[in-house]
């Protein structure tokens, strides 16, 4: 009895200084590992994404297209039609995440970005989705109520601007185009990539604010 | 639940823990390899939120996150030859490994 007793208490002790990881990141642990000895992925590649979409890739993509759109009438167009294409002739890697499509808010209509089913996102050029984007009340209500939805998000919406909600797939993803705000006349791509944000790409921000706003 | 973004707010980290990351990243990596389609991972990780929501999970990141790893579990057994034996095995090597490695080492599989 002594002997499990002390083989006991010895275990015990082990496990309380093992800081053991959390039961997900386990799981993780074990998929990985597994993945990577039978060689259907390699472990340089799983690391190299988390350090990308960790440090490096955001919505400063997104935003640098949106501001060539607005200087530049044949690229808006080129987007609008074929938005995989034109975002070749910028040096975005990892975009191998299905069809995109540019969709641009006029003065009558405004467009918002959903995936109803799980969290599909064009990440290689907005980065991560934020947390609300991946929540089961905005991928219920975005569709259902998208007006309420869109004042809480601070966006007073005129009647005369008609809402269209766009419901992602793993095949087909969204770029909202935001309207360029007034007072930004003679800027160059680099200021105005810095006033469009994310949420303006996702369609849950609406009005950009341009010089003396 | 929704609120305009904060231009002021000091930036917030992409992700709440690192096994987050890795397992989005695994999908990812999965998906691009041809392992699992894009059309049947978006599928199988609708259904786990669907199914995380059913049950009355809380509605946020860990809820979703698990989901992700569900998913990425279900498709490894059934896209690739990864079994559910393979998964219980592994997962008990690691474990083994934490136990058996002082503090501040590398934790290995293998000792």
Request: aromatic share 8%; proline share 6%.
């Amino acid at each position: 009895m002594a002997t499990f007793d002390s083989e006991n208490a010895a275990r015990l002790h082990r496990e309380l200084h093992s800081h053991l990881p959390s039961d997900p990141a386990l799981r993780v642990k074990t998929l990985e590992s597994l993945a990577v000895e039978r060689g259907l992925v390699a472990s340089e590649t799983v690391d190299a994404w988390v350090e990308a979409y960790s440090e490096h890739i955001g919505p400063k993509r997104g935003a640098q297209v949106v501001a060539r759109a607005w200087l530049d009438p044949a690229f808006r167009k080129r987007l609008l039609e074929n938005a995989n294409e034109a975002l070749k002739e910028f040096d975005y890697q990892g975009s191998a995440t299905g069809h995109l499509q540019a969709v641009e808010n006029t003065d009558v209509q405004h467009n918002m970005v959903v995936c109803t089913l799980c969290s599909c996102y064009p990440f290689s050029i907005l980065g991560m989705s934020p947390s609300w984007y991946k929540s089961a009340e905005y991928r219920a209500r975005a569709v259902r109520e998208p007006r309420q939805v869109l004042a809480e998000f601070g966006v007073e919406l005129p009647d005369q601007v008609a809402v269209r909600v766009w419901d992602s797939t793993a095949e087909l993803r969204y770029l909202v185009i935001p309207q360029r705000p007034a007072g930004t006349e003679g800027w160059d791509r680099d200021q105005l990539a810095a006033i469009v944000t994310r949420n303006s790409m996702i369609g849950t921000d609406r009005d950009l604010k341009g010089e003396g706003a | 639940m929704f609120q305009p973004d904060d231009p002021l707010a000091p930036p917030q980290p992409v992700f709440d823990e690192p096994w987050q990351a890795q397992a989005l990243a695994l999908a990812d990596s999965m998906v691009k390899a041809g392992h699992f389609s894009a059309h049947d991972w978006a599928q199988t990780l609708g259904a786990a939120l669907r199914e995380a929501e059913g049950r009355g999970a809380p509605d946020t990141l860990e809820t979703y996150y698990l989901a992700v790893v569900e998913a990425l579990e279900a498709l490894s057994q059934s896209q690739t030859d990864i079994t559910q034996d393979d998964l219980s095995a592994r997962r008990a090597a690691w474990e083994e490994a934490y136990h058996r490695t002082p503090h501040g080492q590398p934790v290995l599989l293998k000792p």
